[in-house]
């Protein structure tokens, strides 16, 4: 089925609390098809693909291979190579002319994708994150809160869920003519390693509250969709990745509200240290920027982002994103 992405994105922007309610079920089992792939990647690192490593510790851009001709074994490689490089910026790609339904298949090879609780998505499709700017819509500076210097604002997708995303698609549709609207991205694997080895053991054991509230009374407030009732959900405060077997900061400012058993002050105290740690980390962070046919591929799992709303409100900038869920997040010991 074709989707006319304007029009899909418009009655996305309509949706009111009329909306079916969804319920989050019990724990799914997830196997990560990352641990099952070549480590040489033969079906994705072809002959013919370039690779640009943006950063030593994240960030590859490639050129070469259509993401809609990868076979199993492709995807699976596809799967490691993006918990190994964190984000790969795919160019030139077919993907967004693809139709839904393809774009739906290829993705959940990953897992079952994630059908947000309260943002637009696309009508009969509700794997379908949208996201979407202009004069007339402004989502992201409603939330965010106008009176800011700045609207930097890192996080993790949905890390409230049980189970939230691992490997994750987002490809743009339209963008400002002028530029501007990039990702920035943070590897959490390194901002852990940057912490000393006294430091990372006393975070071992930790776990941190993750919230939806706030994002559902934001989408109450206007009028929005709330399909299903908020969860609060306890993450361990460092994890492990099942295919590389890194460990990874896992709070972003976003979603993290407590660590589990401290009191107020001390929590606030942890977190802010943690947050700014990320946010400072410019040595661990690169910026994606967007051309037509890209699409960026990240681990959810390991990284944290933010958007770059640096463009007038007179430009759109339209996208869309696929979100697999993978694994309840297991616990990770630091080294002896």
Do not use: C
């Not at 989707?3 to 309509?14: G, Y």
């Not at 994705?44 to 994240?58: A, F, G, R």
Request: proline residues 7%; hydrophobic residues 30%; charged residues 25%.
């Amino acid at each position: 089925m074709t989707v006319d992405p304007i029009q899909a994105t418009k009655q996305a922007l309509k949706s009111d609390n009329t909306e079916a309610t969804e319920k989050a079920g019990d724990p799914a089992q997830h196997f990560e098809v990352g641990t099952r792939a070549d480590p040489k990647k033969p079906h994705l690192l072809t002959p013919n693909v370039k690779t640009t490593h943006i950063s030593p510790y994240l960030g590859t851009e490639v050129t070469g291979i259509q993401l809609s001709s990868l076979t199993t074994e492709g995807l699976d490689e596809l799967a490691l190579y993006v918990a190994e490089r964190k984000v790969v910026i795919f160019r030139d790609q077919d993907f967004k002319d693809l139709g839904a339904d393809r774009q739906i298949e290829i993705t959940k090879h990953f897992g079952p994708i994630h059908r947000h609780p309260t943002s637009g998505n696309v009508k009969g499709y509700p794997e379908f994150h949208v996201v979407y700017r202009d004069a007339q819509h402004d989502r992201f500076r409603e939330y965010a809160g106008t009176n800011r210097a700045n609207h930097t604002q890192w996080h993790s997708n949905v890390s409230y869920e049980l189970q939230p995303p691992g490997t994750t698609f987002f490809f743009i549709l339209d963008q400002p003519e002028v530029g501007g609207g990039d990702t920035l991205f943070l590897s959490q694997v390194e901002a852990y390693k940057r912490l000393s080895p006294e430091f990372q053991k006393r975070l071992e054991g930790l776990r941190a509250l993750h919230s939806a509230v706030p994002q559902a009374e934001f989408s109450r407030k206007r009028n929005g969709p709330i399909r299903r009732e908020p969860v609060e959900t306890e993450h361990p405060l460092v994890r492990v990745h099942p295919a590389t077997g890194e460990k990874a900061l896992y709070v972003n400012q976003g979603f993290t509200k407590s660590i589990v058993g401290f009191r107020q002050e001390e929590s606030d105290y942890l977190l802010k240290f943690l947050f700014d740690h990320l946010a400072k980390g410019s040595d661990f962070q690169i910026r994606a920027r967007y051309e037509p046919g890209t699409v960026v591929v990240w681990d959810n799992r390991v990284t944290a982002h933010s958007a770059t709303p640096d463009y007038g409100p007179e430009f759109r900038r339209h996208a869309v994103r696929l979100t697999p869920q993978a694994e309840v997040p297991k616990e990770a010991k630091a080294d002896a």
